[in-house]
């Protein structure tokens, strides 16, 4: 019976628990950026252990039965040895070279590149499951009389498979799509199809149908609808949520990627597989929750998507009003002046690239004896932590730099607020004004700081949600308009 | 393994991603999401198992290809994790 199949020895059993541990292990490493490298060794070694165990116990042999091969009584299939030695080598120089070289500005992209390569994994590993459930211990081979003998799978397992191949194929076409967002190679506005929820949510009763109808008939079409219309659906849920909304996405398809591993560990029975599935499928969740947390909204509005599509036609009635605009020279004075300067950067600053000029200047005010810090709000950039490593690989000190709920009781005491690519984060309205798209979000409170730095390359123009913000026109605020990293270079010619 | 102890490490293992989860500091949540990604390829361990199995040309050469889609997260992963987690630096040695 199926389960017997499963039986493996128990130094097995245990080494996939140790791999296991050493995940849980990594994670935990990243509670603190001292411990954090310990932490990613610790999960190298990890997956070191899951995948000699693996190859020790699964190595290719020249028998047809997986059986024989348990025993190891035939000769080694060297052939097929090499070609899977072949497939990791050329997957780590790719993995590799790309690591290397990528920009930490196209961190989000390259993330999301990943997660649609977990997708596909998983995909291909399912198909391999269901075109060869032997191999995965998941078959029955049945000999009813008068007939040719046929391999089952068990019910459980093709429950098991089916939801893993879906999952995997919604991460794969989801991350696609992301990654085209996040890449610049489409637009990053919402797509609105007429009657998408309906579409949606057909699409996704007609998958978990088959795949209750997959548990009683395993014909090839169930499975490869249910693969078909995963992908269509990963496709269809990405492209009307717009760019500002990308942070949850990504943390959402980190989540997918994760049950998809752990849905195939059930397939194998494999603990392993298991634990690293709740763990990246927790980490992703989580991430969404803070996410949406950050910008006060449900996490099914944010799926729903076209956020920002709607709002930007709601604020009609912006007509010129009277601001203040500055020089880099006046910024260079009043922030030489000042006792502390608070730096709130944005996703701006990850476009203009102006982290290393930025850096540049705060080490020159430094040098004035200015105290200079810097205030990351959770949802600032495309992903979780986004500011955080662009910040921190221009060398930015990490203890200098502030989540939102340490430092917003800082503003009323600071001088000046130097606002860099950053927009709805800072609006006030989200606190005053219940009519406001952004109403109820927590925002940085920069309007308490003695006098507002706003860099901004021009007047017209809102942030993402579409939405005026007040702080624009406030006496104590000065509007510096250019790109963000000509700005600074200016102000560091300035105070130089 | 039956079903019921599966189901059990899952659920405990769900819980324990939740505790160390909420335990990371937000300044490391990329690395967070780059680290998860890496090892959420361990569904190299099927790939594996699908490439060194007789029985179906197609399923061996659909493992194969998914041993090197998960191999380059494997590798790309840890790797760009490594990256980023090297230039988190502390005021004191920030000459280092």
Known sequence: MPEAVHEQPAWVLLAYLAAGVCFILALRGLSHPETS??????????????????????????????????FGNDGVDWI??????????????????????????????????????????????????????????????????????????????????????????????GSVIAFLKLNGNMGGAPILLPGRHLINLGTLAAILGLIAYFTVD???????????LSFAIGFLLIIPIGGADMPVVVSMLNSYSGWAAAAMGFTLH???????????????????YIMCRAMNRSFLSVIAGGFGAVASSGGGEVIDRPYKRGSAEDAAFLMKQADQVVIIPGYGMAVAQAQHALREMADQLKA????????????????????????????????????????????????VAFVIGANDVTNP?????????????????????????????????????????????????????????????????ALG | MDLISIVSIFVLACFVGYFVVWSVTPALHTPLMAVTNAISSVIIVGAL???????????????????????????????????????????ERKDA
């Open chain 1, 270 to 288: 494999n603990s392993a597989m298991i634990i690293t599935g709740a763990l990246v499928g927790s980490s992703g969740a989580i991430l969404s």
């Open chain 1, 80 to 173: 097929t040895l090499a070609q899977i030695l072949g497939a990791v080598a050329l997957g780590a120089a790719i993995g590799l070279a790309t690591a290397r070289r990528i920009a930490m500005t196209a961190m989000p992209q390259l993330v999301a590149a990943f997660h649609s390569l977990v997708g596909l994994a998983a995909v291909l590993v399912g198909a391999a499951a269901f075109l060869n459930p032997e191999a995965f211990g998941i078959a029955a081979r049945i000999t009813p009389i008068a007939s040719p003998s046929f391999l089952s799978i068990d019910p459980v397992s093709r429950i098991e498979l089916g939801l893993g191949v879906a999952i995997g194929a919604i991460t794969f076409s």
């Open chain 1, 218 to 228: 395993q014909s090839p079409w169930v499975f490869w609808t249910v693969t078909a």
């Open chain 1, 37 to 70: 490298q310990r932490g990613n060794r610790l999960g190298m070694i990890g997956m070191a252990i899951a995948v000699v165990t693996t190859l020790v116990t699964h190595l290719p042999s020249t028998a047809s039965l997986p059986r024989d091969m348990l």
């Open chain 2, 49 to 91: 198992i699908a490439a060194a199995a007789a029985g179906s040309a197609l399923a061996k050469w659909l493992g194969l290809l998914a041993v090197v889609l998960a191999s380059i997260n494997i590798f790309g992963g840890f790797a760009v994790t490594s990256r980023m987690l090297g230039m988190y630096k502390k005021k």
């Open chain 1, 368 to 415: 004035e004896g200015v105290r200079v810090k810097y205030a990351i709000h959770p949802v600032a950039g495309r992903m979780p932590g986004h500011m955080n490593v662009l910040l921190a690989e221009a060398n930015v000190p990490y203890d200098e730099v502030f989540e939102l709920e340490d430092i917003n009781s800082e503003f009323a005491q600071t001088d």
């Open chain 1, 429 to 493: 309205a989200a606190k005053t004004d219940k009519t406001s798209p952004i109403y109820g979000m927590p925002v940085l409170d920069v309007e308490k700081a003695r006098t507002v730095l706003f860099i901004k390359r021009s007047m017209g123009g809102a942030g993402y949600a579409g939405v005026d913000n007040e702080l624009f026109y406030r006496d104590n605020t000065m509007m510096l308009l250019a790109d963000a990293k000509k700005m600074v270079e200016e102000v560091v010619k």
